[in-house]
């Protein structure tokens, strides 16, 4: 073959490479931002959009993230590719994280006799049982009531950020091409 390995890939490096890239994780990151900061729209738009997916992709509401994002973004004039990348933000490296946090923010947030307490094994059972009646009091209804001013936080966050690296991105990008059309070659 024109294109083969002379010594295959063992079972070994093919797990460390789908745990750890060759070109690391950084790269991934990267290729993600310069994807968003690429887009044709103005700072704003893509600034409300990256905040939009980040807001929707701080909620328990897995598998409908990119919708609420685009919804969201669309109520703002956002850009809805942007919104729909940064839902990226809620990956199985985070989505503990989010799930955790919104659940004590929101058990801190309700009045303590109206959330039972309740464990990760209590929580584990009810959900191989399926019984989400019974899970609505005790674990949903925190996590939605955490989710909120986590979303909110996280657009008020994400939304200066992107802006200005948006603007910036934009500014140096148009300053290249003047200097490239102004040099004769």
């Known amino acids: 073959m024109l294109f083969r390995r002379r010594e295959p ?6 797990l460390r490479a789908f745990f ?3 070109k690391g994780l950084s790269r991934g990151l990267r290729c993600v931002v310069l994807r968003v900061l690429r887009l044709k729209s103005s700072p704003h738009s893509i600034a409300v959009g990256v905040a939009a997916g980040a807001a929707s992709s701080l909620t328990p509401f897995f ?3 990119i919708v609420f ?3 969201i973004a669309a109520l703002f004039s956002g850009n809805l590719l942007a919104a729909a990348i940064t839902t990226a933000l809620a990956n199985p490296i985070t989505i503990p994280v989010i799930l955790t946090a919104s ?3 929101g058990t801190a ?3 303590p006799q109206a959330v039972p307490a309740i464990g990760g094994p209590e929580i584990a059972r009810m959900i191989e049982r399926l019984d989400l009646a019974e899970l609505w009091g005790p674990v949903f209804k925190p996590m939605i009531v955490g989710s ?3 979303a909110i936080g996280g657009a008020l966050i994400f939304y200066p950020l ?3 690296a948006a603007r910036l991105f934009q500014e140096r990008r148009r300053r290249a091409r003047a200097q490239r059309v102004g040099t004769p070659s």
């Open 69 to 71: 994002a685009v919804i």
């Open 63 to 65: 598998g409908f993230h």
């Open 109 to 111: 947030l309700m009045e």
């Open 148 to 150: 909120l001013p986590l």
């Open 20 to 22: 750890w890239p060759r």
């Open 162 to 164: 992107s802006y200005q």
């Open 103 to 105: 659940y004590e923010l």
């Open 9 to 14: 890939v063992t079972i070994s490096e093919r």
